[in-house]
Nanobody, 116 residues
Framework: QVQLMESGGGLVQAGGSLRLSCAAS????????MGWYRQAPGKQRELVAL???????NYADSVKGRFTISEDNAKDTIYLQMNSLKPEDTGVYYC??????????WGQGTQVTVSS
């Protein structure tokens, strides 16, 4: 069972920045990808960004050019740098660790609130 520890959420004004972190409890050698998803009130959970085991990344169109996903393999940690935040970025951000099939792990979520 992989444990994921998220941190870095909070309240920020529009145009501001936040950096989220997600530390995994075990090595990422079996990993397919890690990533961030978010869920706004009354909406479905949606993809924000993924980083694959080979280092490539993928972003939702709504965050391209503003958010950057990165990794520190030595710390089994991924980060999400969020710049130029907008009120519509508000939601609970979840870290995901995906190996394959049912080996799909989620963090507890961290709240991001962007005020206008």
């Amino acid at each position: 069972q992989v444990q994921l520890m998220e941190s870095g959420g909070g309240l920020v004004q529009a145009g501001g920045s936040l950096r989220l972190s997600c530390a995994a409890s075990e090595s990422r050698f079996r990993l397919s990808y890690m990533g961030w998803y978010r869920q706004a009130p009354g909406k479905q959970r949606e993809l924000v960004a993924l980083i694959f085991s080979g280092g490539s990344s993928n972003y939702a169109d709504s965050v391209k050019g503003r958010f950057t996903i990165s990794e520190d393999n030595a710390k089994d940690t991924i980060y999400l740098q969020m710049n130029s935040l907008k009120p519509e970025d508000t939601g609970v951000y979840y870290c995901n660790y995906f190996v394959g099939g049912s080996l799909d792990y989620w963090g507890q979520g961290t709240q991001v609130t962007v005020s206008s």
